[in-house]
């Protein structure tokens, strides 16, 4: 989904109204964390957590002002459908509430390609945590090396590597090639439709090609 910048706006919002003035910059590289880690990234470890969950409130709000214009990005929908004929098992690993992800999954339009769906409501801890990559394996039945992570933020690319997945990243995210590759990612694509066009020559080939598991990150 085209929200990266949404979700930038509605942080840097919410952090305004509560005396937290963070560049926009800052907060732009932050999004793809969920708000356990966010906070803590942009605020430092010692902020005062008790204003934690107001700070998650507001931007749930801020943000929720745009979930009737949210929109997927160009041929997001027809890569899921894609993987889905070729025999993957397409699992939504979403740090978004379950609510928000509904609102995305309709938006989106491809449910008869997504096979399962995980979020931060199904976890102790978000993204770059590797929970999330580790509960939608669980929802794939697959192990590590025959599964696939796709992603646009460096925090996709470091929550595969600890779950010892491979990593596909995306330009879409608005972060540069050199910062998914060096979070992991071991392709990288302009977005959904450049990966759609270039799918016979990825990662994403062939479901029944295990790949090597890649390492643990410290």
């Not at 801020?62 to 160009?74: M, S």
């Not at 993957?88 to 690993?93: D, F, I, T």
């Not at 740090?95 to 992800?101: I, K, P, T, V, Y």
């Not at 697959?142 to 992603?151: E, Q």
Request: charged share 25%.
């Amino acid at each position: 989904m085209d929200t990266v910048y949404l979700h930038t706006v509605a942080w840097w919002e919410a952090l305004r109204q509560h005396g937290e003035r963070v560049p926009m910059s800052r907060v732009h590289r932050s999004i793809g964390m969920g708000s356990d880690h966010l906070l803590d990234h942009l605020l430092g470890e010692d902020h005062d957590h008790g204003d934690d969950s107001a700070l998650s409130a507001a931007h749930d709000t801020l943000y929720a002002q745009y979930w009737t214009r949210l929109a997927p990005l160009e041929g997001a929908a027809d890569l899921l459908r894609a993987c889905a004929a070729r025999g993957w098992r397409v699992v939504l690993a979403s740090s978004a509430s379950d609510r928000e992800l509904r609102v995305m999954r309709d938006a989106l339009g491809a449910d008869d390609a997504i096979d399962a769906v995980t979020t931060a409501d199904d976890v102790e801890a978000s993204k770059p945590s590797p929970d999330l990559v580790a509960r939608a394996l669980e929802r794939a039945a697959v192990p590590p090396d025959r599964a696939v992570f796709v992603g646009d933020a460096v925090w996709d690319a470091e929550a595969a590597g600890r779950a010892g997945v491979r990593c596909v990243g995306l330009l879409s995210g608005g972060v540069s090639r050199e910062e998914l590759t060096g979070a992991g990612a071991a392709e990288v694509y302009q977005g959904p439709a450049d990966l759609l066009a270039h799918l016979d020559g990825s990662l994403l080939a062939d479901p029944g090609r295990p790949g090597p598991a890649a390492p643990a990150a410290e």
